[in-house]
C-alpha cells in the first residue's frame, strides 16, 4: 500500500522566517495530496491541498510543490508567526480513494518570538 | 454551514466492552470516513461510507465496524475493546465522489482501562 514519509519531525523557526516541510509517498498512482494543520486539542483543519496535474499552488503565506517524478511534496510557510505553531500532517490518496489518505507522520513546528 | 460533529467527544472504557461513537457530516456532504490517531501509529484511515454503502477499508481488524444511515450519519463500533484501541477517532465528511476535500470533526478521544 502507500507509504507517505515526512520530514522533519520537528522544526523551529524564528518569527518571520520561512519554514519548509518535506513528504515523500511511494506509490506512483496518487494523485492528490492535502496538507492539514492541528492544534493541541483541536481538529485537524486542511491548509492547503494539491493535485497531481499541477506544479505548485499558493495561497497568501503558504504554497505547495509537487514533483511527481520524484514522488515528493514540500510544504512552504513564509513570514511565520506564533499562531503558525501546530503539528503539520501532509497525506497521499488515489483516484477513486481519495476518502483513504494515507498520511505522514506529521512536523512539529514552533514558531518563537 | 455547521461543521462536523461527533458524539461523545471523551468515553472511557474498559477491556472487552463495545462502543458506538457518532459523526454527523456537514449538510449535504455524502461520504463519511473514519480515522484513528495514536501518537504511535499517527492517523491511519479506517473506513469510508457513501450513500450507506462501505467504499473504502483500512487495515484493522473486523472488531472494528461502521454504518452509515440515510442522513449521512455515521457510526462507528468497536466491539472487545483492547488497551491498544485508545486512542482519538476522527471522522471526516466530503460532499461528492470526484471532490476529494475532506472535513474533519473534533474527534471522540476513547481510552480504554
Known amino acids: 500500500g502507500e507509504n507517505v514519509e515526512q520530514h522533519p519531525s520537528t522544526l523551529s523557526v524564528q518569527e518571520g522566517d520561512s519554514a519548509v516541510i518535506k513528504c515523500t509517498y511511494s506509490?506512483?498512482?496518487?494523485?492528490?495530496f492535502p496538507w492539514y494543520k492541528q492544534e493541541l486539542g483541536k481538529r485537524p483543519q486542511l491548509i492547503i491541498d494539491?493535485?497531481?496535474?499541477?506544479g505548485e499552488k499558493k495561497d497568501q503565506r503558504i504554497a505547495v510543490t509537487l514533483n511527481k517524478t520524484a514522488k515528493h511534496f514540500s510544504l512552504h510557510i513564509t513570514e511565520t508567526q506564533p499562531e503558525d505553531s501546530a503539528v503539520y500532517f501532509c497525506?497521499?490518496?488515489?483516484?477513486?480513494?481519495?476518502?483513504?489518505?494515507?498520511f505522514g507522520t506529521g512536523t512539529r513546528l514552533q514558531v518563537t518570538l | 454551514k455547521a461543521g462536523v460533529t461527533q458524539t461523545p467527544r471523551y468515553l472511557i472504557k474498559t477491556r472487552g466492552q463495545q462502543v458506538t461513537l457518532s459523526c454527523s457530516p456537514i449538510s449535504g456532504h455524502r461520504s463519511v470516513s473514519w480515522y484513528q490517531q495514536t501518537p504511535g501509529q499517527g492517523l491511519q484511515f479506517l473506513f469510508e461510507?457513501?450513500?450507506?454503502?462501505?467504499?473504502n477499508k483500512g487495515n484493522f481488524p473486523g472488531r472494528f465496524s461502521g454504518r452509515q444511515f440515510s442522513n449521512s450519519r455515521s457510526e462507528m463500533n468497536v466491539s472487545t475493546l483492547e488497551l491498544g484501541d485508545s486512542a482519538l477517532y476522527l471522522c471526516?465528511?466530503?460532499?461528492?465522489?470526484?471532490?476529494?476535500?475532506?472535513?474533519f470533526g473534533p474527534g471522540t478521544r476513547l481510552l480504554v482501562l
Open positions: 506509490d506512483s498512482a496518487s494523485n492528490y
Open positions: 497525506a497521499a490518496s488515489k483516484a477513486g480513494t481519495a476518502s483513504k489518505l494515507t
Open positions: 494539491i493535485r497531481s496535474n499541477v
Open positions: 471526516a465528511s466530503r460532499p461528492i465522489t470526484g471532490v476529494e476535500t475532506q472535513y
Open positions: 461510507y457513501f450513500s450507506e454503502t462501505q467504499r
